[in-house]
Nanobody, 127 residues
Framework: QVQLVESGGGLVQAGGSLRLSCAAS????????MGWFRQAPGKEREFVAA????????YYKEPVKGRFTISRDNAKNTVDLQMNSLKPEDTAVYYC????????????????????WGQGTQVTVSS
């Protein structure tokens, strides 16, 4: 079992920055890809960013490219999401996700790739 706990959410004005962090515990030796998804009120959960096990490959939803940066520290079992130039449309609950099956061939932007999820952290961007 793997437990994921997100932190760093909050209220920020448009144009501001936040850094989300996700800490993994439990059977962390089996972690592979990790990602961030978000869900805005009344909308479905959507992909935001993902990172490969080695950190050598990163993937982003088009609207956040150039504003968000995903990174991971395998020694600390953490994955961070640095969010700059935030917009009101970035308002959502942000979820951390982890893959523990290295043979899962699903795309990094697909929720089916990930089998563990955190509880989420609220990000609110005011205009």
């Amino acid at each position: 079992q793997v437990q994921l706990v997100e932190s760093g959410g909050g209220l920020v004005q448009a144009g501001g920055s936040l850094r989300l962090s996700c800490a993994a515990s439990g059977r962390t030796s089996g972690l592979y890809a990790m990602g961030w998804f978000r869900q805005a009120p009344g909308k479905e959960r959507e992909f935001v960013a993902a990172i490969s096990w080695t950190g050598s490959s990163t993937y982003y939803k088009e609207p956040v490219k150039g504003r968000f940066t995903i990174s991971r520290d395998n020694a600390k079992n953490t994955v961070d999401l640095q969010m700059n130039s935030l917009k009101p449309e970035d308002t959502a609950v942000y979820y951390c996700a982890a893959e523990t099956n290295g043979r899962n061939g699903a795309s990094y932007d697909s929720s089916s790739k990930y089998n563990y999820w955190g509880q989420g952290t609220q990000v609110t961007v005011s205009s």
